[in-house]
């Protein structure tokens, strides 16, 4: 069965600290692995980490995909609070239906 | 481009009635995804559309849900009749190709 697990599943840091997120998955032909952010409402989209696309920069955020080690890290440097969220790691799962298949979630909580 | 919109945002509604949520996607996007997350656990696949047509229902937990996209534009989710394990975050979301998707802001469900 196809599984996503993300670690930890809490964090309280200060800003400007440095976190590391991290998930891991087992998948049937894996395909892509997904970041998303999620505040108050929608699931937003971070970054999409492929074979072929293994190592992904936006500003602060950063994330990387270990293929050997079937996981991925999300980077956040210089935490602000506006970073505080869910961050969700999902992975798309095995067939052809674009179906994601969620980990738990990592809530980080980014104090003054 | 509007959003993928649900509504409603909240609903509470007691042990045996009805309700039906609804999603309106993205102009244009064929697939549509059902996704529900319980409390303390993580999101889960319901189901998907590809315009009109269920292409997947795997993650339908059980007969008391309907799932219905008319003419493959918006859809509507039916749960009746609810039980108290129903509640939680209903999302959606839109694709044009299955691989990118657009989450709605959710439908926070509560039976009592």
């Known amino acids: 069965e196809d599984k996503v697990v993300q670690s930890p599943l809490s964090l309280v840091v200060h800003e400007g600290d440095t976190v590391t997120l991290n998930c891991s998955y087992e998948?049937?032909?894996?395909?892509?692995l997904l970041w998303y952010k999620q505040e108050k409402k929608a699931p937003t989209f971070l970054f999409m980490l492929t074979s072929s696309g293994i190592e992904k920069k936006s500003g602060r955020l950063s994330s990387i995909l270990d293929k050997k080690e079937l996981s991925s890290i999300l980077n956040i440097t210089a935490t602000q609070t506006g970073d505080s969220a869910i961050y969700l790691c999902a992975v798309h799962g095995s067939g052809n239906t674009g179906k994601l298949i969620f980990g738990q979630g990592t809530t980080l909580q980014v104090k003054p | 481009e509007a959003g993928v919109t649900q509504f409603p945002s909240h609903s509470v509604i007691e042990k045996g009635q009805t309700v039906t949520l609804r999603c309106d996607p993205i102009?244009?996007?064929?697939?549509l995804y059902w996704y529900r997350r319980v409390m303390g656990k993580e999101i889960k696949f319901l189901l998907h559309?590809?315009?009109?047509?269920?292409?997947?229902e795997s993650g339908m937990p059980n007969n008391r849900f309907l799932a219905e996209r008319t003419g493959g534009t918006y859809s509507t989710l039916k749960v009746q009749p609810a039980e108290l394990e129903d509640s939680g975050v209903y999302f959606c979301a839109s694709s044009p190709d299955r691989w990118s998707y657009t989450f709605g802001s959710g439908t926070r469900l509560t039976i009592v």
């Open positions: 559309f590809v315009k009109e047509s269920k292409q997947d």
């Open positions: 102009s244009g996007h064929d697939n």
């Open positions: 998948v049937t032909n894996f395909r892509s």
